[in-house]
């Protein structure tokens, strides 16, 4: 029988050390290495027609990662910016992006629906206690939804111990860094249990930058005999954020500290819960999860002060499941998934025009107060649902002993019942705040309706032996990216009333993104050296972008043509002598508008993607000498290379090195000492940089940053 989830955990729950071990750190370089994010259950890496990157358990209890940054930079071909808090861009296949290109889960459930995507995903995952990081890059296989197009990002939870055990960590650092780490868990017979709380505090490195969080998870394993298992995980997360704006050229130079819109903050509430249940016999597993989720926000965005101040509450819960069968057969090692996804989410936008006042100041930066003497406006009020059926269907077959093919097949069907309850709910434009349009600015509102959107989504895929060690794969797969509630139903602010209801309207008629990715790949592992290469080109069709008017700054929501991607992926890990260890990964890669004309403003075909670095690169150098007690001294470097400030290829952000030190130490046991510097060099450096404005702005990069932390195990 082949090793899987189920039975992985089911051996630790029964007591069966060999197999047990299979999930374990100390098992890693003794087993062949495994992925759960490709078919939704236990494969084999070296059968998975894919580029998988894996964060072990071990890594991630060794890093402690501050930011999801901290470890999913380690990964070839991964880039997220920090953009405070735990707020995030994201690179991987793509530009740097907050766009809904990605897919977020946590034990293979999406943290949120299609319909109402956050690009800050990973702020409602408890990342630090997790149990490792999946990242599929590219296109989802043929059993995930839309937004997996630049990559899917699984987060597992950890595993219940097998015996009662208990950590407490405690972290204290810079710019009023402090955290609580708490967690442990038991078994006794039939049933295994871990929770795991979040609890931290940053007065922030800029002013009136402020950020809390409560974050927490709870998962219990029961066996039903020793073919069946229930598998229940409860996940919260409570996120405090205030937002940092962007800043000039002259106040990155000169007073870095600074915050433009320190009156915009973000309050974030997380919910889910889910129970899996899966049975397995010696051919056949079937497997339904299903699962609620609750999402709500309250938020003042910074990025849109400028052209568009608004505050507005987006709430949304979800009623779905996932539910698959799987047959094996003996000839050719054969395997049939049949499976069906159904999303069931309602939600809700309520949003007021505010007005801020704004000032210049000597270093050409623009900043932002709120205006208190004008009441808030009602511009958006409505309810719509998202509802989404997902049949699909995938197979694998050993050809021979070393060729492996698969191929699949998605259908989506997705659909938005929008209730405008604005005007009694028919179309028409409504004014804004007093701000920077004449007369406050317009809104338009359709009628109430509905929008639909379905896609085929076929996959093909090989892998090949050419050894014990060495294997390689090639795939094609195609995908599709339905636009979120909001670019639907959120119309762009306008000087007129007649504008506004044009471009609602407009927004109708956005078409869905979708991508055609083709990908080869090679990788090998032997003892503790392992390396990984993979090239792609994916072409993507009306990729849905904000054009940026250069006059008025107003951001609109358009699609793009022919997008054009692609790039080639290294990893290597290689141990230099005793007790020394290095660790890289790079990638290069291009972003280009193949055909994007905006009607009667410009033509950026053949341009650069802005905001698309084509060098990322991480190295790590680990010291682990046998006086640390099983603790390391890691020297990190990272190099983000330079990129176009806008589409039309003007200016471009030069990139920057970074380095990071790492080091721990371990009192017999039970007890840690680490830290960590970032910025170990004090540079100054943007986390994203953007020119489609009249002038270049800036995200900040955080200084030199020191924490410490104490852990102690019961």
Do not use: C
């Not at 000169?254 to 051919?283: C, I, Q």
């Not at 705040?433 to 085929?456: C, D, E, L, M, N």
């Not at 009249?694 to 924490?707: D, E, I, K, S």
């Amino acid at each position: 029988m082949k090793l899987n989830s189920i039975t992985l955990v089911l051996a630790g729950l029964l007591g069966t050390p060999a197999a047990w071990a299979v999930d374990a750190a100390a098992g890693e370089s003794a087993l062949p290495e495994m992925t759960v994010t490709g078919t939704r259950e236990g494969e084999l890496l070296s059968e998975t027609a894919a580029t998988v990157g894996i964060v072990k358990e071990q890594t991630l209890r060794e890093t402690r990662p501050t930011h999801p940054k901290d470890i999913l930079n380690q990964v070839s071909g991964v880039w997220v910016s920090n953009l405070s808090g735990e707020g995030h861009s994201t690179a991987i296949r793509q530009p740097l992006t907050t766009g809904a290109v990605y897919l977020y889960l946590e034990d293979g459930i999406p943290t949120r629906s299609t319909g109402f995507f956050n690009h800050n995903a990973l702020y409602e995952i408890n990342v630090p206690q997790s149990g490792g990081i999946e990242v599929m890059k590219g296109p989802g296989s043929a059993l995930y939804e839309s937004d997996a197009i630049g990559g899917t990002i699984n987060v597992l939870t950890r595993t219940p111990p097998r015996e009662a055990e208990f950590e407490l960590a405690g972290e204290a650092g810079s710019h009023g860094w402090g955290r609580i780490l708490v967690g442990g868990g038991n078994a006794h017979g039939d049933d295994a249990w871990r929770t795991s709380l979040n609890i931290t505090h940053s007065d922030g490195w800029q002013e009136s930058a402020g950020y809390d969080r409560q974050a927490g998870t709870a998962r219990w394993d029961r066996a039903l005999g020793e073919d069946a298992l229930l598998k229940t995980v409860l996940s919260f997360s409570k996120v405090d954020q205030q937002h940092v704006g962007k800043l000039s050229r002259g106040e990155l130079d000169a007073v870095p500290r600074t915050n433009n819109t320190p009156f915009s903050y973000r309050d974030v509430e997380a919910f889910r819960l889910s129970t899996a249940y899966e049975k397995e016999t010696a051919h056949s597993l079937v497997s339904i999860t299903p699962y609620v989720r609750d999402n709500s926000m309250e938020i003042i965005p910074n990025w849109s002060v400028g052209y568009d101040p608004s505050r507005y509450v987006t709430e949304n819960r979800s009623f779905g499941f996932l539910s698959k069968y799987r047959r094996d057969f003996e000839p050719m090692r054969a395997r049939l998934i049949v499976g069906l996804d159904f999303d069931y989410s309602p939600g809700s936008r309520d949003e007021n025009s505010i007005k801020v006042n704004k000032t210049t100041n000597a270093y050409g930066g623009t900043r932002y107060s709120l205006d208190s003497t004008v009441a808030p406006v009602r511009i958006y009020d409505y309810d719509v649902s998202y509802r989404g059926i997902s049949p699909y269907v995938h197979g694998e077959a050993s050809l021979t002993d070393r060729l492996r093919l698969n191929a699949g097949l998605r259908y989506d069907d997705m659909q938005y019942d929008y209730d405008n309850k604005f005007n009694s709910g028919v179309a028409g434009a409504t004014q804004g705040a007093a701000g920077f349009f004449p007369a406050g600015g317009w809104y338009g509102h359709v009628a109430s309706t509905k929008v639909g959107y379905s896609h085929w989504g076929p996959k093909l895929g090989l892998t090949y032996a050419f050894n014990d060690t060495v294997n390689g794969f090639a795939a094609y797969s195609n995908s599709f990216r339905a636009p979120s509630e909001g670019q639907v139903f959120r119309g762009s602010r306008e000087s007129t009333a007649a504008k506004a209801q044009a471009a609602a309207e407009s927004l109708l008629n956005l078409e869905p993104v979708t991508v055609d990715n083709l990908e080869l790949g090679l990788r090998g592992k032997s003892g503790a050296v392992r390396f990984e290469a993979s090239v792609y080109h994916m072409t993507k069709q009306d990729d849905i972008v904000s054009y940026t008017d250069p006059v008025t700054t107003q951001r609109i929501v358009v699609n793009a043509g022919e997008t054009l991607h692609r790039g080639i992926e290294l990893g290597l890990g290689l141990p230099l002598a005793q007790d020394w260890q290095v660790d890289a990964s790079l990638s290069y890669a291009k972003h280009t508008y193949e055909t994007w004309v905006v009607s009667g403003t410009a033509d950026y075909s053949g341009k650069e993607m802005e905001a698309a670095p084509r060098v990322i690169a991480n190295t790590r150098l680990t010291y682990q000498p046998g006086y640390l007690n099983g603790g390391r001294i890691q020297l990190e470097w990272v190099r983000l290379g330079s990129y176009w400030l806008d589409a039309g290829n003007t200016g471009k952000y030069n990139g920057h090195n970074l380095a990071n030190l790492r080091a721990n130490y371990r009192f017999g046991k039970r007890m840690e000492l680490y830290g960590s510097v970032s910025n170990l060099f004090d540079k100054r450096y943007a986390e994203t940089a953007d020119g489609t404005g009249v002038a270049p702005t800036y995200t900040a990069g955080l200084p030199r940053t020191l924490v410490l932390g104490l852990q102690a195990k019961w």
